[in-house]
């Protein structure tokens, strides 16, 4: 009875942990599909360069550009118009609810104030002598990334705590209970250091990404044109094309000749339709400089296909600043494919000079005095010397079609075709990339710039490259780059002829464009009064777009709000300012306290979300208010909630 009885129990007992061991089986398997199905973030190789687990002459600051394309991708998925390079994201629909916290004003030397003078040291390296302050210029912000961010954060300790997910010791002990949560630390560039305030380039969507998409009807060719970055394959719409017998008829004789030296075909580096808008060439589509403008005309009437050996031709201008608020052409050289200069003149501005910007120009007001060549001229006498298949080359080449007033399908940017900063937007200078890839040492005359000698040495670096390969001075394409890194210093030069390039911008063309992107969604905004003051003249343009919006009195108050409201909207976008209280505080333990009421109201924020929110904490970095020269860059981190998986 007894063995009856304990077979009994065993039979039992086995079925017992048959049901289990079936129970957990499908438990896992549940988890494992539940963790294939949870949305993820992954840094790829660009992205890890950024990490703040280097030390900091490793690292390669984001821009605020690409933590805009990771918002945007993350909000509107394969809709958005940027995708980032960064990171690979995936079942980016599968988050919950998004939350955006700006934190204005804090930057990483404020994570160590003890060695504030070693900051400050370093940030007069940073590029920006006392003269180019007041310019601001993308050339010359980005170009120095690695040596000058590296040097201005430099003073915060790279000691990292391997305990804490690698992140560096400063910051584990600042925001402890944050910085512990986030999947990744980044060292961002600050908006500041070239003049843009915290949150412009984050929510400005460029018109050029968006009329990309809104114009796909009237652009048949434009997605085939990008994938093979042939503007001519795209140009029809904007440019009139006409038959080639009736264009080469009646520009007899300006048909180009072979040039066997050509490694690879040169339109190959023509800036295909959306670059060119990008980049903010003259185009005759909305949002770009010339549209419906009659004071802009075209380089042609008509057009010819570009040809693999179509004449290349190199431009340079010189402008002064005149009372219209512009930079008008004063000066202009043309200089053909054997490098002989074929146009050349000074020309009278329309407007009234207010400063001829000698030191850069060359021009002074003796030099205009008999000049009676007006920029309609130059118009007429372009008209007649270009062919209708002429490629235009220069060095930020939009500058100087602006300052002409003209329109022209086929152009190639010494700017853009090399690059040594591994970000695509950083342009390097003229003078930088004389120096390295030809040997010459160009723009020393104190009395300003040579157009001649400029548009000369951008011809021979895209004749360099033609004589190489696509990837040669692209380190981006892994190409080869000169050894050379003392030259870099060169680099801190602005152009100035981006001068006037801020104002442009427009308010307006900011926070519309990345609202109206997603503008399906349900959003909300809360921040303080100071920062709401930022917003004031574009708000009306906003508030259609955002179901919410409140204004709290104070940092606290903000966090809390946020953490009752967050999970009914799918976007939530946060801003807050430090930099005034930071400034208050004298000592090391008056600003960790500051820090730690930081670190609690963004853990009440994050603990607040709902599984799956991705939570995005932007430090901008020094403000505006902190002298050109001082100013550090700021850092991003992200983390997705509750991820049930390790990264």
């Given at each position: 009875m007894k063995t009856l009885m304990s077979q009994t129990k065993i039979k039992r007992l086995e079925n017992k942990k048959r049901k289990l061991s079936a129970y957990l089986d499908l438990v896992e398997r549940n988890k494992e599909d539940q963790i294939k199905n949870w949305p993820k973030v992954f840094l790829s190789s660009t992205?890890?360069?950024?990490?703040?687990?280097?030390?900091?002459d490793k690292r390669v600051p984001l821009h605020m550009s690409d933590v805009q394309s990771f918002l945007l991708y993350s909000l509107i998925h394969k809709e958005s118009p940027r995708i980032p390079k960064w990171v690979k994201m995936v079942h980016t629909r599968k988050f919950s609810h998004i939350i955006t916290t700006i934190i204005e004003g804090v930057s990483l030397s404020d994570f160590a104030m003890e060695n504030k003078s070693s900051e400050k040291k370093a940030a007069a390296k940073n590029g920006m002598t006392d003269e180019f302050k007041n310019l601001p210029n993308d050339?010359?912000?980005?170009?120095?990334?690695?040596?000058?961010?590296?040097?201005?954060?430099?003073?915060c300790s790279d000691e990292v705590l391997e305990g804490r997910g690698s992140q560096p010791k400063w910051l584990a002990e600042a925001l402890p209970r944050t910085s512990s949560l986030m999947h990744a630390k980044l060292e961002l560039m600050a908006p500041s250091r070239y003049n843009l305030g915290p949150f412009e380039e984050l929510l400005s969507l460029p018109s050029t990404v968006k009329l990309k998409y809104k114009m796909k009807t009237d652009f048949k060719d434009l997605k085939e044109a990008e994938e093979?970055?042939?503007?001519?394959q795209s140009s029809e719409p904007l440019f009139s094309v006409a038959d080639?017998?009736?264009?080469?008829?009646?520009?007899?004789?300006?048909?180009s000749q072979s040039f066997p030296a050509d490694e690879f075909d040169r339109r190959s580096l023509l800036l295909s339709v959306h670059d060119m808008i990008k980049y903010n060439f003259p185009l005759p589509a909305p949002d770009c400089p010339g549209y419906e403008d009659p004071k802009f005309i075209f380089t042609q009437d008509k057009y010819n296909e570009v040809e693999e050996f179509s004449p290349m031709f190199a431009v340079d201008c010189e402008m002064c600043l005149t009372d219209a608020q512009e930079l008008e052409l004063t000066r202009i050289s043309v200089v053909n494919e054997e490098r002989k200069l074929i146009?050349?003149?000074?020309?009278?501005?329309?407007?009234t000079i207010i400063n001829y910007l000698t030191q850069y120009s060359g021009i002074t007001e003796s030099i205009l005095d008999d000049v009676t060549t007006t920029l309609q001229d130059v118009h007429r006498d372009l008209r007649e010397l270009l062919p209708p298949d002429a490629i235009l080359v220069g060095h930020s080449l939009h500058s100087d079609l602006r300052a002409m007033k003209m329109m022209h399908p086929y152009v190639i940017d010494s700017s853009l075709v090399y690059n040594l900063s591994n970000v695509r937007n950083q342009r390097s200078s003229l003078k930088l990339l004389a120096k390295l890839f030809l040997g010459e040492d160009i723009q020393n005359n104190e009395c300003g710039h040579d157009p001649i000698e400029d548009a000369s040495a951008s011809l021979k670096l895209i004749q360099l490259k033609l004589k190489n390969d696509i990837k040669f001075g692209?380190?981006?394409?892994?190409?080869?780059?000169?050894?050379?890194?003392?030259?870099?210093?060169?680099?801190?030069?602005p152009e100035y002829k981006e001068e006037t390039e801020a104002q442009d911008k427009a308010p307006r063309r900011y926070i519309t464009s990345l609202f109206q992107s997603a503008d399906s969604l349900d959003m909300a905004m809360l921040t303080t009064p100071t920062c709401m003051e930022s917003y004031d003249k574009i708000l009306s343009f906003i508030e259609e777009k955002i179901s919410y919006k409140e204004v709290l009195p104070d940092n606290k108050q903000l966090s809390v709000r946020v953490s009752q409201i967050c999970k009914q909207k799918k976007l939530t976008y946060v801003h807050m300012k430090m930099d005034t209280r930071l400034d208050k505080c004298n000592t090391p333990e008056s600003r960790q306290h500051q820090f730690t009421k930081l670190d609690k109201q963004l853990l009440r924020i994050y603990e607040s979300a709902a599984a799956k929110a991705l939570i995005i904490y932007i430090f901008t970095g020094s403000s505006l208010s902190v002298p050109s020269d001082q100013r550090c860059n700021g850092l991003f981190m992200y983390a997705i909630k509750a991820l049930p998986c390790k990264r």
């Amino acid at each position: 009875m007894k063995t009856l009885m304990s077979q009994t129990k065993i039979k039992r007992l086995e079925n017992k942990k048959r049901k289990l061991s079936a129970y957990l089986d499908l438990v896992e398997r549940n988890k494992e599909d539940q963790i294939k199905n949870w949305p993820k973030v992954f840094l790829s190789s660009t992205g890890e360069h950024s990490n703040l687990s280097l030390n900091a002459d490793k690292r390669v600051p984001l821009h605020m550009s690409d933590v805009q394309s990771f918002l945007l991708y993350s909000l509107i998925h394969k809709e958005s118009p940027r995708i980032p390079k960064w990171v690979k994201m995936v079942h980016t629909r599968k988050f919950s609810h998004i939350i955006t916290t700006i934190i204005e004003g804090v930057s990483l030397s404020d994570f160590a104030m003890e060695n504030k003078s070693s900051e400050k040291k370093a940030a007069a390296k940073n590029g920006m002598t006392d003269e180019f302050k007041n310019l601001p210029n993308d050339d010359h912000s980005h170009a120095n990334k690695r040596k000058d961010s590296s040097d201005a954060e430099s003073s915060c300790s790279d000691e990292v705590l391997e305990g804490r997910g690698s992140q560096p010791k400063w910051l584990a002990e600042a925001l402890p209970r944050t910085s512990s949560l986030m999947h990744a630390k980044l060292e961002l560039m600050a908006p500041s250091r070239y003049n843009l305030g915290p949150f412009e380039e984050l929510l400005s969507l460029p018109s050029t990404v968006k009329l990309k998409y809104k114009m796909k009807t009237d652009f048949k060719d434009l997605k085939e044109a990008e994938e093979n970055n042939e503007i001519y394959q795209s140009s029809e719409p904007l440019f009139s094309v006409a038959d080639n017998e009736q264009v080469f008829e009646k520009n007899s004789g300006k048909v180009s000749q072979s040039f066997p030296a050509d490694e690879f075909d040169r339109r190959s580096l023509l800036l295909s339709v959306h670059d060119m808008i990008k980049y903010n060439f003259p185009l005759p589509a909305p949002d770009c400089p010339g549209y419906e403008d009659p004071k802009f005309i075209f380089t042609q009437d008509k057009y010819n296909e570009v040809e693999e050996f179509s004449p290349m031709f190199a431009v340079d201008c010189e402008m002064c600043l005149t009372d219209a608020q512009e930079l008008e052409l004063t000066r202009i050289s043309v200089v053909n494919e054997e490098r002989k200069l074929i146009y050349h003149t000074l020309v009278k501005p329309e407007n009234t000079i207010i400063n001829y910007l000698t030191q850069y120009s060359g021009i002074t007001e003796s030099i205009l005095d008999d000049v009676t060549t007006t920029l309609q001229d130059v118009h007429r006498d372009l008209r007649e010397l270009l062919p209708p298949d002429a490629i235009l080359v220069g060095h930020s080449l939009h500058s100087d079609l602006r300052a002409m007033k003209m329109m022209h399908p086929y152009v190639i940017d010494s700017s853009l075709v090399y690059n040594l900063s591994n970000v695509r937007n950083q342009r390097s200078s003229l003078k930088l990339l004389a120096k390295l890839f030809l040997g010459e040492d160009i723009q020393n005359n104190e009395c300003g710039h040579d157009p001649i000698e400029d548009a000369s040495a951008s011809l021979k670096l895209i004749q360099l490259k033609l004589k190489n390969d696509i990837k040669f001075g692209d380190v981006i394409l892994d190409g080869d780059i000169p050894n050379s890194d003392d030259e870099v210093s060169l680099d801190e030069i602005p152009e100035y002829k981006e001068e006037t390039e801020a104002q442009d911008k427009a308010p307006r063309r900011y926070i519309t464009s990345l609202f109206q992107s997603a503008d399906s969604l349900d959003m909300a905004m809360l921040t303080t009064p100071t920062c709401m003051e930022s917003y004031d003249k574009i708000l009306s343009f906003i508030e259609e777009k955002i179901s919410y919006k409140e204004v709290l009195p104070d940092n606290k108050q903000l966090s809390v709000r946020v953490s009752q409201i967050c999970k009914q909207k799918k976007l939530t976008y946060v801003h807050m300012k430090m930099d005034t209280r930071l400034d208050k505080c004298n000592t090391p333990e008056s600003r960790q306290h500051q820090f730690t009421k930081l670190d609690k109201q963004l853990l009440r924020i994050y603990e607040s979300a709902a599984a799956k929110a991705l939570i995005i904490y932007i430090f901008t970095g020094s403000s505006l208010s902190v002298p050109s020269d001082q100013r550090c860059n700021g850092l991003f981190m992200y983390a997705i909630k509750a991820l049930p998986c390790k990264r």
